[in-house]
Structures are given as C-alpha cells and as structure tokens.
C-alpha cells in the first residue's frame, strides 16, 4: 500500500514531517523552514517567490495572519518571532511544489522531493487512519445490533418467567 521511499532517509523525512503544520486546514510549510532545508536565507526565498508571483496564487502561498501565527508558536513551542516583523508566508504542497521551478539547485530539487515524499506518507497515514476508524464503526454498529438481539431475547424470557 505505501510506496518504497528507501531513498530518503527515514530521519529527514521525520524532520520534514515535524515542519508540516496544519492552518486553514491544509497542511503548509513556513518559509523559514522551507530555506533552512534548501539552505537559503528566507529573505532570499521570499524574494524568489515576490520575482515568481504568478506562480503562487493564494491556494499555493498565503501570509499567516497574527492569530494563525501566535497559535502555530504555541503549539510548535517556536520561542520567537526570529527577528521578524510581519507573519510567516505558509506554503501548501502545491506551493513547495512550485518552488521546484524557482529555486533550481541540486539541493531545492533533492530537498523537494523528499518533502513531496513526506506529504504523500502523511496523507497515505491520515487515509489509512480514517479507513481503521471506519472498520471499527462498523465493527462496533455490528455487535451493537447483536447485543440489541440478545438483550431482546433475555427480556423476552423474563418476561415469560414472570407471567408463568
């Protein structure tokens, strides 16, 4: 059911996995984590983007507002704003995606790749927890039906030694 990622490393996938945070329900990446993988400074990969604007419309890129961020800090234990004067830019998978095309070096495309690798094991995790969850409902509605039944009958002959 999974595909072999045996090429990325295990390690780099859990440290990618521990930057994708959810906002908006959509899973994003910020653009401080996203230049400290490709190792670039984020003023630089802000500045890729600003140059590439119509290649991120707001589905692939939008800023965190003030609240989003404050929650995402807390959660995250981010301990500062890292000398920062507005919120984060958050990037959707669609949005990494695309800064394939404009960060071009051998590390953004091996960096790429390995977060696309992580977000597809995120979503095969989530799919494969929601299909357990659903087993189990039906599961549990099963024996919920077969207890009724059994119930039904005990009180049936309870109610037959009382009459006799």
Known sequence: MFADYSSTPKM???????????VRDQQIMLDFDLAELYEV??????????RNSERFPEDFMFQLDVDE????????????????????YAFT???????????????????????????????????????LTNQLKELEQRYDRQFNDIFEAIGYLMEGEKRA
Do not use: Y
């Open 41 to 50: 400074e984020t003023r630089a990969l802000n500045q890729a983007v600003k």
């Open 69 to 88: 961020w404050s929650d995402l800090k807390s959660q995250s234990v981010m301990s500062s704003w890292g000398g920062r004067r507005t919120p984060p």
């Open 12 to 22: 780099e996938l859990d440290i990618i996995r521990s930057r994708i945070h959810s």
């Open 93 to 131: 998978e669609q949005g990494v995606s695309m800064l394939s095309s404009v960060l071009s070096s051998a590390k953004a495309i091996r960096v790429n790749i390995a977060i696309m690798r992580a977000f597809v094991l995120m979503r095969q995790f989530a799919l494969s927890h929601t299909e």
